[in-house]
């Protein structure tokens, strides 16, 4: 056979693996080997040395024994209604604010967008420290200002009390991210060409119409990976309920997610020891919940949408 007629093979990059060879060995030593390891952990009981493989024991003790049952199903429905009031509230505050930011009749735009962003950097420990003292009925301001506005007879101290407790922290962590989707569905709002909006204009189509009918089909994939953003980051919120309730989630379990739940039964509190096994149980269902909610996102939503190349 001639040499002229060989086909040859394109070699492959290996200058490829080079350049990502330190972000996959990064994260799999800290991200993948924990995963795993934990996982591998809720498998084995407690006991001294390597402790005996039980397979689904723990499981069905977190799921149905008397002194776990309460605190797990408490622990997710109070993150499924932390995650709802983000979904409600943040995410559709967030889309208002990043149309009303991509208007080029608003003047300092650049002013509200910093302002709206700024909460995001912030520390857990200084947001939560901070709205204790805004909230506290002793030398809190939110009694003053609500009694200025005339809404003093409707402060209370809603951190402390069991039903509203939750919801205020919400409400405090949707303050803190609104930035997040704002400035995700702003990027995505800012790169549909005028043209778009333009032709639509000369046909007669209001404001309203242009974002509804053409802006927001368009940046329905952006507000799809916001919604699965604000699921992940919710289902690992602890911080924040950490720094202003402690890892109790007071008032009496009122405000205890999946975070703190993990947190008290891997190290121990108080009068809880600690329990490694049931600890690593705790996290793998948190990673059941967010693996089922990915899934779902990308084969039930993504799936419906169509991503416009503009």
């Known amino acids: 056979m001639d040499k002229r007629t060989k086909t040859h093979r394109k070699k492959f990059p290996f200058y490829i693996i080079v350049f990502i060879a330190p972000a996959v060995i990064i994260y799999t030593v800290f991200m993948v080997y924990p995963l795993i390891n934990s996982l591998k952990l809720s498998f ?17 003790q977190l799921l149905n024994d008397p002194n776990w049952k309460p605190r797990f199903w408490g622990a997710m429905k109070n993150n499924f209604i932390f995650f709802a009031i983000h979904m409600i509230v943040q995410n559709p505050l ?24 700024m909460p995001t950097i912030l520390s857990f420990v200084v947001v939560g420290f901070v709205w204790q003292l805004i909230l506290s009925p002793l030398w809190g301001i939110g009694q003053g200002i609500m009694g200025f506005l005339h809404l003093g007879e409707y402060f209370k101290p809603w951190l402390g009390l069991e039903g509203s407790s939750l919801i205020a922290l919400s409400l405090i962590s ?23 909006i333009e032709a639509a204009t000369i ?28 699921f992940v980051g919710n289902f690992n919120a602890f911080d924040l309920i950490y720094t202003t309730q402690g890892a109790l989630a007071g008032p009496n379990f009122s405000s205890d997610l999946m975070g703190t739940l993990f947190y008290r039964t891997f190290f ?3 009068l809880q020891v600690g329990n490694p096994t049931m600890g690593a149980t705790v996290a793998g ?22 991503t416009y190349d503009l």
């Open 285 to 306: 269902m948190m990673f059941l919940t967010i693996l089922i909610g990915v899934l779902l996102y990308l084969f039930v939503w993504q799936r419906r949408v169509t």
């Open 44 to 60: 084995y009981s407690k006991v001294a040395g390597n402790g005996a493989f039980v397979g689904l024991e723990n499981y069905i």
């Open 94 to 117: 967030g889309l208002a604010l990043a149309a009303l930011i991509s208007m080029k009749s608003i003047k300092g735009r650049d002013f509200y967008r910093v302002i709206y962003f």
């Open 203 to 230: 046909d007669g189509a209001s404001a309203w119409k242009v974002f509804w009918r053409i802006k927001f089909p368009i940046i329905l994939p952006t507000i799809g990976m916001v919604g699965i953003l604000t």
């Open 268 to 270: 121990g509190q108080q």
């Open 174 to 196: 949707v303050w803190q991210f609104i930035g997040i989707p704002m400035m995700l569905i702003y990027a995505s709002l800012i790169g549909i060409p005028d043209e778009l």
